[in-house]
């Protein structure tokens, strides 16, 4: 588990929930999974800071904002945990030198509805959003929220190995 190591702390101190890579040097998964929420605690606080910063809401739409979005990153949170649970699965196959056709595929449609889970959360929260802030306070959101994202997935992209 080494090459994930560090993808992990990474990218969830990026993003709060989703982790760049699974960290292949672990002494247990039960280790690996404290880690995990360890990270994804404080890479949490850290996109919330960045978003408070961003978003400059005043108090009474602070205060409308804060519970939906929160409600959001819940919901967000357990698209994230079967994003790790593929990386996890992607690293165990790439550890062994045991990754099939049929697990690529498998790997890759799992991505792919992971994405789509995604962006259906995306969708449903719009909405919610709408109804607490400004039209302009809710793309300027979804600006801030897209860009951790790309940031996360970027250092996904420098750091989990291509199929081989």
């Known amino acids: 588990m ?25 002494d247990s998964y039960e280790q690996f999974k404290e880690d995990i929420e360890l990270a994804r605690a404080i890479a949490q606080l850290g ?3 960045i978003v408070e910063r961003n ?20 919901a967000i949170g357990k698209v994230n945990d079967r994003r790790i649970k593929l990386i996890t699965s992607y690293a165990d196959s790439y550890n062994s030198g045991n990754l099939s056709d049929d697990k690529a595929l498998a790997l890759l449609d799992e991505f792919l509805s992971i994405e789509k889970a995604r962006l259906k959360v995306k969708k ?29 997935k970027l250092e996904m992209a420098r750091n989990i190995p291509l199929v081989q």
């Open 2 to 26: 080494k090459i994930f190591a560090k993808i992990v702390v990474i990218s969830l101190l990026f993003i709060g929930a989703t982790p760049g890579a699974v960290v292949f040097a672990q």
């Open 47 to 49: 996109r919330e800071v």
């Open 55 to 74: 978003m400059q809401l005043n108090r009474e739409d602070s205060n409308r904002f804060w519970p939906v979005y929160n409600d959001y990153q819940a």
């Open 124 to 152: 449903k929260y719009v909405p919610r959003f709408k109804k607490v802030l400004p039209p302009k306070k809710v793309v300027r959101f979804f600006q801030v929220d897209n860009k951790l994202d790309a940031m996360v």
